[in-house]
């Protein structure tokens, strides 16, 4: 019984809380930022406004066709496969500096970025904050704070 009982607990403990990377997007779909250019120089607080088309927001969980929530990341390598060799779009993005998640489902933010240069992207993320079978994501920019 115990065997039974500690097998059954490593598979829990071993499965993602949400399965993802299975869930569908418009493949016309983009996301990409308003405000912001690559390049660009901006001075710190700065307002990062989030553009989608194609596709709806709505918040983490919510479990509608075509729909999602903005994740920003920040001074990261693009989106794909992580340092522990994961692929990152078959996982929940974590919730760190560097992973913002807007699950609530916020269109904009703004941010006290140091001086100097910033990389940002931006992800749309399913109601389990994992990429969409076809990952919607902006190309990585660059920002200049002054």
Known sequence: ????????????????????????????????????????????????????????????????DNTGHHHLLIDRPPLGQGEDGADEFEISLPADDNHLHFGGGQTEVTLDLSKGAHTLQLVLGDYGHVPHATPIMSEVITINVN
Do not use: C, H
């Open 1 to 64: 019984m115990k065997r039974i009982l500690a097998a059954a607990l490593a598979t829990t403990l071993a499965l993602p809380v949400w399965a993802g990377g299975d869930t569908p997007s418009n493949p016309e779909a983009k996301v990409y930022f308003v405000n912001l250019e690559d390049g660009q120089t901006v001075s710190s607080p700065v307002t990062v406004i989030f553009g989608l088309s194609g596709m709806g927001v709505a918040p983490s969980g919510t479990e509608k």
